[in-house]
């Protein structure tokens, strides 16, 4: 009788158990069709793929039939397509921008020590005469015991604030994050906050290591247009002029006010420092003019048998940067790594979720248009969500990959927010693989992809892949490389696929690895938790 109750046990539990349980036998996944999708994608022919452009026709295009072929349902009702309102402003702000002081005026040419714009959709924004108020890292943080807002009124008033946050200047892993750069730091809070608080202008003090790139890139707000969503907040806003200003040309500001530069820094790192009026004010007038356009997120489904409202979530963005500056002798700016190899590896793991048992809960393949504008098209459909963001379970990103070949590592970019990290672990361990750090945390880069939407509406996503240690060039070369990528390679016409040369396997094995996470939460009922020490913590 026994040994009957034990047959049919054993019985029961393999009809009920899930396909996670029973374990993928045997990846689906081509390798080939990674490398043709690449090709194609970043190809002369698609336009280095900027937004409301024949690039844009012509990838989306590509995506949507890739979708089809897959079978993936299409996640807008009949389309996979979202479409996704834009606006490009063109700022024209004539010189001098003045600061007038008790020394009398500073004049600065925009772009050459000061950078600074209106997001605003009017003709003409000015502030005129406007105080200039020292306000640290212009951070309010509850669950750090931090704010810089404390017992002062901005509203109105002009602010000056550190880019970065204090953890970054004092090296203190007890101060938020230490080095690691929290959301805090990113440039986008910053004017976030100044929003909330009511303020005229943020004008935030650029360092080339706390922001993770040079002054060139604040500059050049001054000759290339911005993209926004176009809704009737632009018309509305409080912070009316945003922007940079040099570090030399903040020393010389704050000289003239009677300040000592490093020192406010050292004290705006403490918990009790105290705004400075800097007997300063700014003025200054942008002339706005815009165009409207519309964009297109793409996305597929696979749907759940159990739970099909609840959802997990592939994303790669598709655009780049379009047909830009000739160098060398060529302006197409292909986006070959950033991120025709990450949409590849999306569509794989599309195909290796169509090819496996169906999943309990559904799965959601999101290729967001408007990733390089600060991206716009995730904040579109965060907003607009095909699942609601209580029911969307967690997410996977991808963006800059390098191919060269296997990776000993797969690289957490923005560890220590979820449990996603412990699933990761598991996993990689299989792919006899270990987990490492990003090399560079005070850049930010967990902050500037399309995870940071979600992750702002409280669904944990992971950012990670092979990075810094390639199997056969070792740790060290391997970092070279990453050097080199981000000197010569990263946003320029260099950016391009050449078969004979870029090795995909390591990119077929991060496919599998992230087949594998995805496939084990879609099938789980549980939801992977927030840790407490994230500044995206939530109960879930």
Not at 234 to 242: F, T
């Amino acid at each position: 009788m026994k040994i009957q109750q034990s047959l049919i046990l054993f019985a029961f539990l393999l009809l009920t158990c899930t396909p996670e349980q029973q374990k993928v036998s045997t990846f689906r996944m081509n390798l080939k069709t990674l490398q043709n999708d690449i090709a194609i994608l970043a190809s002369d022919s698609m336009e280095c793929r900027a937004p409301c452009t024949v690039g844009e026709t012509r990838t989306i295009n590509y995506l949507g039939k890739r979708m089809k072929e897959i079978g993936l349902e299409p996640a807008f009702n009949d389309s996979y397509f979202q479409e996704v309102p834009l606006v490009k402003i063109i700022s024209n702000t004539p010189n001098p921008i003045v600061i007038n002081d008790k020394q009398g005026h500073l004049n600065f040419e925009n772009g050459t020590g000061i950078s600074l714009w209106s997001p605003v959709l009017v003709p003409e924004a000015s502030i005129i005469n406007n105080d200039i108020i020292f306000m640290g890292f212009g951070i309010d943080a509850p669950e750090n015991d931090w704010n810089d807002f404390d017992n002062i009124d901005v509203a109105g008033k002009t602010i000056l604030v550190f880019v970065n946050d204090p953890g970054f200047y004092t090296q203190d892993s007890t101060l938020f994050n230490g080095k690691s750069m929290t959301y805090y730091g990113r440039w986008t809070y910053k004017f976030e906050e100044a929003e909330r608080k009511g303020v005229a202008g943020c004008i935030i003090i650029h360092e080339d290591e706390a922001a993770g790139y040079p002054w060139a890139v604040p500059s050049s707000h001054v000759t290339n247009p911005e993209y926004y969503l176009n809704n009737n907040s632009l018309r509305e806003l409080n912070c009316k002029v945003r922007g940079w200003i040099s570090q030399s040309s903040a020393r010389e500001l704050l000289s003239r006010s009677g300040f000592d530069y490093d020192s406010l820094k050292t004290a705006a790192t403490k918990q009790n420092f105290t705004h400075v009026p800097l007997n300063a004010r700014l003025n200054v007038t942008v002339h706005n003019s815009w165009k409207e356009c519309t964009s297109h997120n793409v996305a597929g489904i696979l749907k759940g048998k159990t739970a099909p409202d609840e959802a997990i979530v592939y994303a790669a963005h598709w655009d780049h940067l379009g047909i830009g500056q000739s160098i060398n002798g060529d302006s197409i700016y292909n986006g070959a790594s950033d991120n025709a190899a990450a949409m590849a590896w999306l569509l794989a793991i599309a195909e290796e979720f169509k090819a496996q048992p169906k999943t309990d809960r559904s799965v959601l393949f999101f290729i967001p248009t408007a990733e390089e504008a600060g991206l716009l098209g995730t904040y579109h459909y965060v907003r607009n969500p095909v699942f609601p963001m209580e029911k969307t379970v967690a997410g996977f990103n991808s963006d800059v990959i390098l191919m060269l070949g296997k990776f000993s590592d797969v690289t957490i970019t923005g560890s220590g927010h979820s449990e996603l990290d412990e699933y990761l672990r598991t996993e990689a361990a299989k792919q006899d693989r270990y987990i490492a750090n990003d090399p560079n945390p005070e850049n930010g880069m967990f902050f500037r992809s399309d995870q940071l939407p979600f992750l702002k509406e409280g669904v944990p996503f992971l950012f990670a892949k092979g990075y810094t240690h390639q199997r056969e060039l070792g740790k060290e070369a391997t970092l070279q490389k990453i050097a080199d990528y981000w000197k010569n390679v990263y946003h320029k016409p260099s950016d391009e696929f050449v078969p004979e040369r870029d090795k995909l396997e390591g990119l077929f094995e991060d496919a599998q690895l992230f087949f594998s996470i995805g496939y084990r939460i879609a099938n789980e009922n549980t939801y992977p938790q927030w840790y407490r020490t994230s500044e995206f913590y939530r109960e879930r």
